[in-house]
């Protein structure tokens, strides 16, 4: 398995893992929504607030990013373009999703947005290596 290919499992997974730190989250500090119901997880995503929302929103984030990255990466595999680029690229991806997360839980809009632009711009720079 590619680096690359890593990278999509953890790219895949990392939304779990963020909102994970919202559901470890004990009740206090989830932002008055109680403690995490897996019955109900979506009235207690409505009701967190803080960076227990922030979480989630980042989640929510992270699917939305994963097509993109996911195809490019395939794409870019199929069109047996240079794997070396390929692979520090998608590490690039990672590590701005990463940064991503932090500046989201940290509630910085203006650097979060420009995070986001970076990542959309590695992952269509994946793309245009195919």
């Known amino acids: 398995m590619t680096i690359a290919n890593w990278c999509v499992l953890i790219a895949c997974l990392l939304p779990i893992i963020t909102v994970g730190l919202a559901k470890g989250a ?13 019955n109900n997880p979506r009235e207690w995503a409505n009701r967190l607030t803080g960076w227990p929302q922030r979480a989630q929103a980042a989640q929510n ?3 939305e990013a994963l097509p993109l990255f996911i195809a490019a990466v395939v794409l870019a595999q199929q069109a047996h373009a240079d794997q070396g680029r390929v692979d ?3 590490i690039a991806f990672i590590v701005i999703r990463v940064l991503y997360v932090i500046a989201y839980l940290m509630n910085v809009g203006t650097l979060r947005t420009l995070i986001w632009m970076a990542g959309v711009g590695t992952s269509i720079a994946i793309l245009l290596q195919a």
């Open 26 to 38: 004990s009740a206090k500090t989830a932002g008055g929504a109680g403690r995490y119901d897996n």
């Open 88 to 90: 520090v690229l998608a």
């Open 61 to 63: 984030n992270g699917w």
